[in-house]
C-alpha cells in the first residue's frame, strides 16, 4: 500500500479539497482525516485561563497600573 501524507487547513468544514494528488485517475484510494494536535495552542490556553479566572477575582479590578510597576521595581530589588 502507497502512503501519501499532506497537510492541509480547513477553510470550509462543509468540503475538503485535495489537488495535485499522486495517483492515476480511476484509481482507488482510502482517504483517513485526522486532527493534527496543536500542542501550543492547548499550552496557550492554560495562562489564558488563569488570567479570566484571576480577573474575576475582587478587587483585581482596582489595582492600578502604577501600583503594579512598583510591585515589579520591589521584587527586582528583592524587597
Excluded at 13 to 37: H, M, N, T, W
Amino acid at each position: 500500500m502507497d502512503v501519501y501524507k499532506k497537510y492541509i487547513t480547513i477553510t470550509d468544514p462543509k468540503q475538503v479539497i485535495l489537488s495535485d494528488l499522486p495517483f492515476q485517475a480511476g484509481q482507488r484510494v482510502e482517504i483517513i482525516i485526522l486532527a493534527e494536535d496543536n500542542p501550543r495552542a492547548e499550552i496557550s490556553k492554560k495562562p489564558r485561563d488563569l488570567f479570566e479566572k484571576t480577573q474575576l477575582l475582587p478587587g483585581v479590578q482596582d489595582i492600578t497600573e502604577a501600583e503594579i510597576a512598583a510591585e515589579i521595581e520591589a521584587y527586582r530589588r528583592g524587597e
